[in-house]
């Protein structure tokens, strides 16, 4: 992994989690170890390595725990998973996990869907996940994923107040993060440069990052409106693969190639390394062979004489 640089944007790459939890194959451990290492030698330094949550559920997150440890050898890297709720929270703890991410569905609807709990069910559970982690697990960052912030294709529209309410009872529950998902890729500019302000306003400083989907082609024209309302973190996958496997047509996450040489381009330092990324996605490739990866910045190339923000 290359030395920490100072960093005007932090990508959070999410493909060995919301990536692989989102198609068919299931990549061995050994390869996912490859692919971590390679996206951490590329100067990504906050990965989303995998989710505890039930192997017959999810089987591609079956070696979790494994993968975690991995995560863990290597210098500088900020290992980060998902829980479902309090069981897997304290697997993920055990793990010695550096941050969980909790997804908290504004959708009522798409929360019982995907996690088989109502509103009033997640919101104890993140209490009591806080609460063991303040008790025997200080250090753990803690982050609340308010997802379906800008639309359900279960419940359809979701309410603005909606999700101001979430995340000011996420901010109540002493989470450290509060971050807006746009789950099922139905967002817009215009919402983006509403929702952000308003959540900061409500939550201050734990107003968090965006998680954006690519599912109906407006992932990085809301990455820039996020850009606009002063959003320095994002989470994007290599290759654009994930989505959520219990909403209907959930697919695409923002291709972190693409957000990497937009942000690079704009003069904005994100410490990628974009040649070591495209190695990395190569890694990807050779543990999914079956799957389709997508963006157009490992296709078009960079232009002749670019130089990455990054490296000035």
Sequence with gaps: M??????????????????????????????????????????????EVGSFVSPRALPQMADCAEVVAHGLTIPGLQVAVLVPNLKYAQMAFEAGAHQISIPVSVSE??????????????????R????????????VEIEAGLATAFGCTIQGVVPEDDVIRMGAIMADCDVDTINLADTVGVGNPAQIKRLFPRLRAEVGDKC???????????GLANALAALEVGVTTFDSSLGGIGGCPYAPGATGNIVTEDLVFLLEAMGLKTGVNIDKLLDARKVLAQGLPAETLYGYLPDAGLPKGFVPATLQ
């Design 128 to 139: 009591e996940i806080v609460k063991l982690r303040n008790e025997r697990y200080p250090g």
């Design 2 to 47: 290359e030395e920490a640089l100072a960093v005007d944007i932090l990508i959070s790459e999410v493909g060995p989690r919301d990536g692989l939890q989102s198609v068919k194959s299931v990549m061995p451990t050994e390869q996912k170890k490859r692919w971590i290492s390679a996206l951490a030698e590329a100067g990504l330094t906050e990965i």
């Design 208 to 218: 968090g990052g965006a998680h954006l989907h690519n599912t109906r082609g407006q």
């Design 109 to 126: 609807p798409h929360l019982i869907s995907n996690i088989r709990k109502n509103h009033q069910e997640i919101i104890a559970d993140v």
